[in-house]
């Protein structure tokens, strides 16, 4: 079992910034896949970043929506995983839920990852 925790998320005025962390524990060497998601009221859970982590390297992916604004970096020696958001704007506004899976990166489809945390919100105003 993995437990994962978030932490980092807040009130922002537009064109701040946030770092929002993952803490995993448990079986987690095998977790090479860590990714960040976020739910808005009434609508989907969409992927915002992943990470991908080899031996030698870690691969990100970002959502069109976020990209240039927000990076994604793992720890792996501290098992946690960030997600530094800079230039927020209102629509950034969400839940921000961490996930991990085993293996390759599953897309965009938060069904295909197996370990969730409990979220945390993010709000930004104008």
């Known amino acids: 079992q993995v437990l994962l925790v978030e932490s980092g998320g807040g009130s922002v005025q537009a064109g701040g910034s946030l770092r929002l962390s993952c803490a995993a524990s448990g079986f987690t060497y095998s977790m090479n896949c860590m990714a960040w998601f976020r739910q808005a009221p009434g609508k989907e859970r969409d992927r915002v970043a992943d990470?991908?982590?080899?031996?030698?390297?870690?691969?990100?992916v970002y959502a069109d929506s976020v990209k240039g604004r927000f990076t994604i970096s793992r720890d792996k020696s501290k098992n946690t995983v960030y997600l530094q958001m800079n230039s927020l704007k209102p629509e950034d506004t969400a839940m921000y839920y961490c996930t991990a899976t085993s293996g390759l990166c599953r897309g965009p489809d938060p069904s295909q990852y197996n370990y969730w945390g409990q979220g945390t919100q993010v709000t930004v105003s104008s």
């Open positions: 990470i991908y982590t080899t031996t030698s390297q870690n691969i990100p």
